[in-house]
């Protein structure tokens, strides 16, 4: 009914630049919250960066001033710019949105998540 589809990732060297789009497509109504998460082998998935529907935004310390997230709702589409890499942030991205889709005559509300992709920022 409903995918994210994430693209954007790859290899860049430290200090550098990557920007991530994240397209929600299917029977979609509205979608609320949309992020970014990641996780790196061996550790649990942490929040990188939020945006509401009214585009307010929440990014995790490690990312402030580093990481812009937007959107474009006509699109369905959120985007994580990311500059100034470093090694750390190496490791796989996951698309995050809290949305409502149709399924016939129903609405419903959930919670869903993309297939990820890797960052990688060599030293």
Do not use: H
Not at 43 to 65: C, F, H, M, P, W
Request: charged share 15%.
């Amino acid at each position: 009914q409903v995918q994210l589809v994430e693209s954007g990732g790859g290899l860049v060297q430290a200090g550098g630049s990557l920007t991530l789009s994240c397209a929600a497509s299917g029977n979609i109504f509205s979608i609320n919250a949309m992020g970014w998460y990641r996780q790196a082998p061996g550790k649990q998935r942490e929040l990188v960066a939020a945006i509401t529907s009214g585009s307010s935004t929440n990014y995790a310390d490690s990312v402030k001033g580093r990481f812009t997230i937007s959107r474009d709702n006509a699109k369905n589409t959120v985007y994580l710019q990311m500059t100034s890499l470093k090694p750390e942030d190496t490791t796989v991205y996951y698309c995050n949105a809290d949305l409502k889709y149709y399924s016939g005559s129903y609405l419903y509300t959930q919670n869903y998540w993309g297939q990820g992709t890797q960052v990688t920022v060599s030293s």
